[in-house]
């Protein structure tokens, strides 16, 4: 059964920064590509960083040069470590993954497993 566990949300003042960390069990991180979303109340789920095609990293507008993604495939673990957070990075976060059509390209498709989220509070 495929699990991607959240973790590392909280509640931070603007300017804080916070390390997201998804866990996953039964699957190998390294044969999916693997990304972050985010849900805002009241709004719509938005990507947020993403692992693609040749290893491309891909960031929203929004968090580019504040967040990083990252992966540890030995621990089968996706990052997220966030820096400068402001009040309008308050969301729900989830990780996704995205199936591998080969070694070097994602699938356009719809992710096919997501996580349960973890909560993101930024106070101004």
């Known amino acids: 059964q495929v699990q991607l566990v959240e973790s590392g949300g909280g509640s931070v003042q603007a300017g804080g920064s916070l390390r997201l960390s998804c866990a996953a069990s039964?699957?190998?991180?390294?044969?999916?590509?693997m990304g972050w979303s985010r849900q805002a109340p009241g709004k719509g789920r938005e990507g947020v960083a993403r692992?693609?095609?040749?290893?491309?990293?891909f960031y929203a507008d929004s968090v580019q040069g504040r967040f990083t993604i990252s992966q540890d495939n030995a621990k089968n673990t996706l990052y997220l470590e966030m820096n400068s957070l402001k009040p309008e990075d308050t969301a729900m976060y989830f990780c996704?993954?995205?199936?591998?059509?080969?070694?070097?390209?994602?699938?356009?498709?719809?992710?096919?497993?997501w996580g349960q989220g973890t909560q993101v509070i930024v106070s101004s």
């Open positions: 692992f693609g095609n040749f290893g491309g990293i």
């Open positions: 039964g699957l190998s991180v390294s044969n999916y590509c």
């Open positions: 996704w993954t995205r199936r591998r059509i080969s070694s070097s390209a994602c699938s356009a498709n719809d992710p096919n497993y």
